[in-house]
T-cell receptor, first 111, second 112 residues
């Protein structure tokens, strides 16, 4: 989707491996979010940020860490991947006034 | 805590029908409500955004309404087409961080 880019698009990890998902925006928005989407569970908020240098926990933060060192980027890290983290991950942003723009997602499989 | 419910969970209709998708939310102190479309294996595409001060928004064959007092929003699709087949999600934004809370979506199939 225009303005929010996620990399990588697909990844397969072995249990215990680590990885970082990158979300980059060119919209200069303050608010950024990481969601995971699982069948039957809908979209659940993992972590979010209200501006550069800030992060906060969402509904399902365990097993994940995030950083927002630059306004344009919001990184989601998995330190020790588990099969329960197999999911589709979406990043989104907002200027707080309008709506939300989503990235195209990262499909992660942990074996 | 905001909770968003979408009914029905799935819907199958013949082409040409007008249809209504429902979204309800528990915390009426929302900033806005947004409807998204998601095609299989794809991301979310924004359809309509309704600010808390607005009652409805229209885009082409789509019309979304918002009734904060009753905690409800509806998405009306006129003259449905097979290309409308997708999952439709609503998200209510509330709280100091404008966090959108999503419903689980309505899976729509429009058959020729």
């Amino acid at each position: 989707n225009a303005g929010v880019t996620q990399t990588p698009k697909f990844r397969v990890l072995k249990t215990g491996q680590s990885m970082t998902l990158l979300c980059a925006q060119d919209m200069n928005h303050e608010y950024m979010y990481w969601y995971r989407q699982d069948p039957g569970m809908g979209l659940r908020l993992i972590h979010y940020s209200v501006g550069e240098g800030t992060t906060a926990k969402g509904e399902v933060p365990d097993g994940y860490n995030v950083s927002r060192l630059k306004k344009q980027n919001f990184l989601l890290g998995l330190e020790s991947a588990a099969p329960s983290q197999t999911s589709v991950y979406f990043c989104a942003n907002s200027d707080g006034l309008g709506g939300y723009t989503f990235g195209s997602g990262t499909r992660l499989t942990v074996v | 805590k905001q909770e968003v419910t979408q009914i029905p969970a799935a819907l199958s209709v013949p082409e040409g029908e007008n249809l209504v998708l429902n979204c309800s939310f528990t915390d009426s102190a929302i900033y806005n409500l947004q409807w998204f479309r998601q095609d299989p294996g794809k991301g979310l595409t924004s359809l309509l955004l309704i600010q808390s001060s607005q009652r409805e928004q229209t885009s082409g064959r789509l019309n979304a309404s918002l009734d904060k007092s009753s905690g409800r929003s509806t998405l009306y699709i006129a003259a449905s087409q097979p290309g409308d087949s997708a999952t439709y999600l609503c998200a209510a934004s509330s709280g100091g961080s404008y966090i959108p809370t999503f419903g689980r979506g309505t899976s729509l199939i429009v058959h020729p």
